[in-house]
């Protein structure tokens, strides 16, 4: 669990956590450097070191409910039926009325302002990492790549919900000072070579990190293992890029890094499949709770298509990952005709204590299945997909072969991952990938409430008035 002393808790606030006062604030990028009056005493305080590490650690956690219950909504693989809140089905669902537009000062518009306050914390942390005096140059060397991972992270988020509208990369001192825009493609570039840095950061940072890390790191909390989780990240970057213009370079690069990471090919029971790294919650004074829990969350709903979708055993059952990940629910429809009935929910994450992945072995294996089927080895990636199917799903092998189309193969791959990487926020984002969002069920067709799939979600407005009326990159793309 991500837990700290209140006397802990009151240094993060001005060492690296008190930027989560200013997520209070209006949704843009212009905010005051919250962590200036600190850099300087946290240079020479071990300690200081620490608590800073633990809040770039726990503001990260902090914006991993919120995006995958928004991209879920997106992606139809979920709804959040509050009763008395449309808004947070119209929002997502039917956007600005008959415009087929995400209304940019509404509720669809997360991901963005928490992975700046974490990058502003983590840019400062480099600094103060860098001009340290209790730090060794290996020691250095370890808490730059862990940096720069955190940092490439939060960029992919960004990146992975705007899309085509590409993102604020450059941190400048001073904080007020605009940055500008660069697009999908130069983004992609710098994450992976952000990746590739803090990974050289890694190799040269020694046996362990001048600090520790929470429990979801276990088994990857050393220079040398957490370079394992880096390289698996950047593998899937890399694909995202692949599928963005990257081309045959990006998907070679997505094989490379799948080969350092902590990949298991031989993976066939769950513990296997499900191993990897984690966010931890708690219920303990200074933690917080798993926001997705079947325990807290009763308007977290399921998309009814998952139960019509589900692929089925040889005994006529449903799979295995559709037996274990959902539940019945009393029966909910979205409010004042928003949404269309469900009545079933997610068992994912029983308790407020359950652990939300960040990354697993069976994404890992999944991903491999898409390099080896944009590579040509269509023998190797219907392996992978047979592998999940019946060590995941309980099925029986495919009846894909080398002489089926490379679309049927995806279509199949595409499945797989839906049922395996279920509330994990991944089936809108690779559903854009492969230009396939208009295969996405559309609840409402007709009428005022007529529901859409949007493409990317839209710059905040508070981003726009910020960069209302410049020009060229310091211009906000999309912005009226």
Same mark, same amino acid.
């Given at each position: ?349 029983? *308790? $407020? !204590? +359950? ?6 072995? @069976?994404? &890992? %294996?999944?991903? #491999?299945?898409?390099?080896? /089927? ?26 894909? *072969? $080398? !002489? +089926? ?6 279509? @199949?791959? &595409? %499945?797989?991952? #839906?049922?395996?990487?279920? /509330? ?40 726009? %008035? ?15």
């Amino acid at each position: 669990m991500i837990q700290t002393s209140a006397k802990s808790r009151s240094v993060i606030a001005l060492a690296a956590g008190c930027v989560l006062l200013a997520s209070c604030n209006a949704d843009r990028l212009d905010i005051t450097n919250p962590n200036s009056p600190t850099v300087a005493g946290a240079s020479g305080d071990p300690q200081a070191i620490q608590l800073f590490v633990t809040g770039l650690l726990r503001q990260n956690r902090n914006t991993r409910v919120g995006f995958i219950t928004s991209t879920g909504r997106f992606g139809r693989e979920l709804y959040i039926y509050t009763p008395q809140e449309g808004r947070n089905t119209s929002a997502y669902l039917i956007g600005l009325s008959g415009q087929n537009k995400i209304d940019p000062s509404g509720f669809a518009i997360e991901n963005w302002a928490g992975p700046y306050f974490n990058l502003r914390d983590i840019f400062n942390f480099k600094k103060t990492v860098a001009g340290s005096a209790a730090l060794s140059a290996t020691e250095k060397s370890a808490a730059q790549g862990l940096a720069k991972t955190l940092e490439a992270i939060e960029l992919l988020t960004i990146i992975s919900t705007r899309d085509s509208i590409g993102l604020v990369i450059d941190q400048n001192v001073d904080a007020t000072v605009l940055a500008p825009f660069v697009t999908r493609d130069s983004a992609y570039k710098y994450i992976l070579a952000q990746f590739a840095s803090a990974a050289t950061d890694l190799a040269a940072g020694g046996p362990a990190f001048p600090f520790t890390m929470h429990t979801g790191f276990t088994g990857f909390n050393t220079p040398a293992t957490f370079a394992q989780f880096n390289r698996a990240m950047s593998a899937r970057a890399a694909a995202y890029y692949a599928t963005s213009g990257g081309g045959a370079t990006a998907w070679q690069r997505a094989l490379t890094d799948l080969n350092a990471s902590f990949i298991n090919a031989a993976a066939t029971t769950r513990a296997a499949l499900d191993a990897g790294v984690v966010l931890p919650y708690s219920a303990a004074t200074g933690d917080a709770i798993n926001g997705l829990s079947v325990t807290n969350n009763t308007d977290l709903y399921a998309h009814e298509s998952f139960n019509t979708d589900a692929p089925l055993k040889a005994d006529g059952t449903k799979d295995n990952r559709f037996l274990a990940k959902i539940g019945s629910r009393p029966a909910r429809s979205g409010p004042q005709g928003l949404g269309i009935q469900s009545t079933i929910g997610f068992q994912i994450h029983p *308790t $407020t !204590a +359950s652990t939300i992945p960040i990354i697993r072995n @069976e994404e &890992l %294996l999944l991903l #491999r299945a898409e390099v080896l /089927l944009a590579t040509g080895d269509k023998a190797g990636s219907i392996a992978i997909i047979n592998q999940i199917r019946v060590n995941s799903g309980g099925l029986a092998p495919s009846t894909l *072969t $080398t !002489a +089926s189309a490379d679309a049927t193969v995806l279509t @199949e791959l &595409l %499945l797989q991952k #839906r049922y395996s990487l279920m /509330l994990e926020g991944h089936r809108w984002i690779d559903m854009r990938r492969y230009n396939r969002l208009d295969q996405l069920p559309i609840d409402i067709t007709s009428g005022t409430n007529r529901h859409f799939v949007a493409r990317v979600q839209p710059l905040p407005t508070a981003e726009c %008035l910020t960069r209302a009326g410049k020009t060229g990159n310091l211009a906000g793309p999309g912005c009226p």
